[in-house]
């Protein structure tokens, strides 16, 4: 069926260093996809959107981008810092009969001080 | 904005017990609700969305008198797991969507059945 899923489970980074989190989907109908911050214990957080009629979307220290061509998405994180340690997913919002987000399998990004 | 709480954080209960958690938009309404289930280290598994005022739709194997799900108003949704039982131990976590498609998420609901 179709799916959302990460290229690499471990990320691990140096501290001032940038990031970047690779996410691949196969749903070659969605138009909207959402990246998530989920610290350990907590509930996911919402970092960026891009709908599918972007290629970019510039946040403050994150970029969202979006290639639909091989239906890839990547988040960059700029100098990245020990607070950016999380696991980070990849969601497509899946149109239906109802809305659902179509989690991937998240990458865990670790910052090394 | 968009800030979503659970309570209670954590629960232990005993075998056979039900368990209700509450959902809740803080400042917005929340036409939409989803509950999803998430074991340690994996992703996040979307057990149903409710519409407020209306039944909830359920994934597949899902059991919908297992978890039962009101969604009585546009900021409150609650989940009451039913005669629960070690393997429903897990964490679980409400979104809540306006007419937008954001999801916002509340901070989870630790389960632990014994």
């Known amino acids: 069926g179709e799916s959302v899923g990460l290229h690499l489970p471990t990320l691990s980074v140096q501290e001032g260093d940038n990031s970047i989190i690779n996410c691949a989907y196969s749903?070659?109908?969605?138009?909207?996809f959402i990246w998530y911050k989920q610290e350990s214990g907590k509930g996911p957080q919402f970092i960026i959107d891009?709908?599918?009629?972007?290629d970019k979307r510039q946040g403050q220290r994150v970029t969202g981008l979006l290639n639909k061509t091989v239906k890839h998405l990547s988040l960059q994180i700029a100098a990245t810092q020990p607070g950016d340690s999380a696991v980070y997913f990849c969601?497509?919002?899946?149109?239906?009969?109802?809305?659902?987000?179509?989690f991937g399998t998240g990458t865990l990004l670790a910052v090394q001080p | 904005g968009a800030v979503v709480s659970q309570h209670p954080s954590r629960v232990i209960c005993k075998s056979g017990t039900s368990v209700k958690i509450e959902c809740r938009s803080l400042?917005?309404?929340?036409?939409?609700m989803f509950w999803y289930r998430q074991f340690p280290k994996k992703s996040l598994m979307l057990m149903a969305t409710?519409?407020?005022?209306?039944?909830?739709?359920?994934e597949q194997g899902v059991e919908k008198d297992k978890f039962l799900i009101n969604h009585a108003s546009l900021t409150l949704s609650t989940l009451t797991v039913t005669s629960a039982h070690p393997e429903d131990s897990s964490f679980y976590i409400c979104?809540?969507?306006?007419?937008?498609?954001?999801?916002?998420f509340g901070p989870g609901t630790r389960l632990t059945v014994l």
């Open positions: 891009i709908r599918s009629n972007m």
């Open positions: 409710s519409n407020e005022g209306s039944k909830a739709t359920y």
């Open positions: 400042d917005f309404q929340a036409t939409t």
């Open positions: 979104s809540a969507s306006s007419e937008a498609d954001t999801q916002y």
């Open positions: 749903n070659s109908a969605s138009d909207y």
């Open positions: 969601a497509e919002n899946w149109y239906g009969a109802t809305n659902k987000l179509i």
